[in-house]
């Protein structure tokens, strides 16, 4: 196989395994009923999960993170991510330190 034709089809298999994980999040399941669900087991799953993580971790795209700004909820709050059913919220006057931590930990779900 040359080595253009390996890359699609890594690059498909990271989409849909992205996909997948997505989804997995998104469906307010356990990973093991997800992927009971979807016939796939469970190591394959963290494989899979494993693999995209490292290939956004080595990517140096831009990834926008959607923000939202609700002043009627909380004067206090400047910013609220939300990632799957994770959400975080940055209030006022939040130093570096305290986003620094709050992104790692972003980027680990």
């Known amino acids: 196989m040359s080595k253009g034709i390996q890359i699609i089809k890594e690059n498909n298999n990271l989409a849909e395994w992205s996909r997948q994980v997505e989804e997995c999040r998104n469906s307010g399941l356990s990973v093991r009923s997800w992927c009971e669900r979807h016939q796939i087991a469970v190591s394959t799953f963290h494989y899979r999960r494993q693999k995209v993580w490292k290939a956004l971790q080595n990517s140096s795209q831009f990834v926008e993170v ?44």
Do not use: M, Q, Y
């Open 66 to 109: 959607p923000l939202s700004f609700d002043e009627s909820h909380n004067n206090n709050i400047a910013a609220s991510v939300k990632i799957g059913s994770i959400c975080a919220e940055v209030h006022n006057g939040a130093d570096e330190a305290t986003l620094a931590a709050l992104f790692r930990i972003l980027k680990s779900c």
